[in-house]
């Protein structure tokens, strides 16, 4: 089970990348925008890059993250919340193109959470 749910992040982690490559017009430039908060904020394309930076830089956690988890590190907790504080930000940021998102992170943060709590318990 720790292993799935540590498969999962880093396959959160990669869909993050999705984030990072239309910002920077590396996929699909032709549905290229500047704006966030469901059109209703206008970044720029500076601001649009940096959030792309963002959610790139989310993706890794994630991928470190799980590695981190199932190679039993002891600050892999601080990260994960971390992790996922800033993946449901960019999420709401980025709404309703990322609304997936939200309901992963919930899905991911709860695997995580009964397991760690299944595990404490035994």
Same mark, same amino acid.
């Given at each position: ?5 540590? +498969? /999962?992040?880093?396959?959160?982690? +990669?869909?993050?990348?999705?984030? *990072? ?14 704006? $966030?908060?469901?059109g209703? =904020?206008?970044?720029?394309? *500076?601001g649009?890059? =940096? ?10 956690? *994630? $991928?470190?993250?799980?590695?981190? !988890? ?5 600050? !892999? ?7 996922? =504080? /800033?993946?449901?930000? /960019?999420?709401?940021?980025? !709404? ?8 992963v ?14 595990? =404490?318990?035994?």
């Amino acid at each position: 089970m720790k292993l799935f749910i540590s +498969i /999962l992040m880093i396959l959160h982690g +990669i869909a993050h990348t999705v984030g *990072f490559t239309t910002s920077w017009k590396l996929a699909n430039p032709s549905g290229f925008k500047t704006t $966030v908060f469901g059109g209703n =904020v206008d970044l720029g394309e *500076f601001g649009i890059r =940096v959030t792309g930076v963002l959610w790139l830089l989310t993706g890794a956690a *994630f $991928v470190v993250l799980a590695i981190a !988890w199932i190679t039993e590190q002891t600050w !892999w907790s601080s990260l994960a919340w971390s992790a996922f =504080v /800033l993946s449901t930000l /960019l999420t709401i940021i980025q !709404w309703p193109e990322a609304r997936i998102g939200i309901a992963v992170n919930a899905s991911l943060a709860l695997a995580l959470l009964v397991y760690v709590k299944l595990e =404490v318990a035994t």
